[in-house]
T-cell receptor, first 116, second 111 residues
Framework: NAGVTQTPKFRILKIGQSMTLQCTQDMNHNYMYWYRQDPGMGLKLIYYSVGAGITDKGEVPNGYNVSRSTTEDFPLRLELAAPSQTSVYFC???????????????FGDGTRLSIL | DAKTTQPTSMDCAEGRAANLPCNHSTISGNEYVYWYRQIHSQGPQYIIHGLKNNETNEMASLIITEDRKSSTLILPHATLRDTAVYYCIVRYMEYGNKLVFGAGTILRVKS
């Protein structure tokens, strides 16, 4: 079972460059999420989506964009990379249920991004 | 979401039970308690969750006090592979089912 797959695993960018972090899940989950984790800290939510065509901001959305054209894919876009965006990025998904079900989130292995 | 308080770190001997506490004194009636862990730099892994009853699965047990102001995650026979950061999260069932991660507890299992 693939679960949540993130690519690339590692990337080094120059300041001002742009890139897209890919995330795909094969569990037919409606909900998907992007988090970032800085060294020694907990995860912070960047964006999330409750279904195809619907996205919402999390705690730290500035500098990022997302789209959700299919159930499976939820790419995260950095338009103008800045050193403050050096972090580990995690994508997650969960099953939506009746009455905002309490289903757990399943995480990918992360993308380690350095902006130099 | 209610705030949680966890110890910064704990040690446990291999083969013994690891008991990880979490305080959530401001929890409200419809907030669930979730536990996740993060091994090294991998993605967080779901362990268990509960509302007010004690819960058990193949990984762990969750004990929630009667007043729901605190809980304990129990790993019955800790192994070296259980060394990780453990996060206790309290949240509503709400739009998007979002999680808010704190700093967690670093559990070190030692031989």
């Amino acid at each position: 079972n693939a679960g949540v797959t993130q690519t690339p695993k590692f990337r080094i960018l120059k300041i001002g460059q742009s890139m897209t972090l890919q995330c795909t899940q094969d569990m037919n989950h409606n909900y998907m999420y992007w988090y970032r984790q800085d060294p020694g800290m907990g995860l912070k939510l960047i964006y999330y989506s409750v279904g195809a065509g619907i996205t919402d901001k999390g705690e730290v959305p500035n500098g990022y964009n997302v789209s959700r054209s299919t159930t499976e894919d939820f790419p995260l876009r950095l338009e103008l990379a800045a050193p403050s965006q050096t972090s580990v990025y995690f994508c997650a998904s969960s099953q939506a249920g009746r009455e905002y079900s309490n289903q757990p989130q399943h995480f990918g292995d992360g993308t380690r991004l350095s902006i130099l | 979401d209610a705030k949680t308080t966890q110890p910064t770190s704990m040690d446990c001997a291999e083969g013994r039970a690891a008991n990880l506490p979490c305080n959530h004194s401001t929890i409200s009636g419809n907030e669930y308690v979730y536990w996740y862990r993060q091994i090294h730099s991998q993605g967080p892994q779901y362990i268990i969750h509960g509302l007010k009853n004690n819960e058990t699965n193949e990984m762990a047990s969750l004990i929630i006090t009667e007043d729901r102001k605190s809980s304990t995650l129990i790993l019955p026979h800790a192994t070296l592979r259980d060394t990780a950061v453990y996060y206790c999260i309290v949240r509503y069932m709400e739009y998007g089912n979002k999680l808010v991660f704190g700093a967690g507890t670093i559990l070190r299992v030692k031989s």
